[in-house]
């Protein structure tokens, strides 16, 4: 993606003006008065949107409850970190005085189950004797462990909320890896930690999540038997990893909050199709 983003000529500010009101809009027509936006940072070719957030509280046109989290950068190294603290205690401070709270750090750990960039434990398994001499994928940890952790460490101590994208049980391990070793350096901040998606979970670490009093952004729509799962993700995963996909219900005994989300624009942000 990098390759190509580089070489597009950004939105200008106009362009994220048009859509961040027609973004609003589009969420108030199904009845959304709050949401969250998950990267403020530069991604995918975009800009951090803050600035244009900024610029409508000031006229007072974002008329729903908007919360932000700032992206950490998947390149981000230990050395970096103190830095990257730095900069988030500046840029909240900023949104704030704006009206626009971002309170959040957004931290991506893996990919997708369905081009299995998604951490899994085990690999991946086969559809073809391609490569019969290789070992199959075990997907994309976009952090290293150490990483995470001190990435998490640093931002809980700061105040931030996290916000960790996991979707393979290797990610969701990391994740609550990082969370735990939050917990033990800083104690009990307050901060109010989820992980998002949370797709596939190995049964060991589910009772995890209630004990560290985490909450779960998970998208109810997907836990469906579309194409996109039985074509692109359980022949991959395997009858077994299949039954462990999005177990709310466990989730739920564990002692874990169900907050849930739509994680629009990857789907629709109307409710009662996930419901």
Known sequence: MDLVSSLIPPPDAATLRAGLLAGQARLHSFGVTGWQEAILGNYAGYRDGSETYRALYAE????????????VPRETTLGDVPHLVEDFVARRQENAAAGF???TAKIMVDGVAENQSAAMLDPYLRTCNCD????????????SPEVLSAVAIALDAAGFDLHLHVIGDAAARMGLDALEAARAANGITGGRHHLAHLQVIHPNDVARFGKLGLSINAQALW??????MTELTAPFLGKERTGWQYPFRSLMDSGAHLVMGSDWPVSTPNPFDAI
């Open 101 to 103: 709270r971002t309170t």
């Open 60 to 71: 007072g046109l974002v008329r729903g409850q908007a919360a932000g989290a700032l992206w």
């Open 132 to 143: 019969p001499d290789s070992r199959g994928s075990t997907g994309l940890r976009c952090l």
């Open 223 to 228: 836990a469906c038997n579309d194409d996109q």
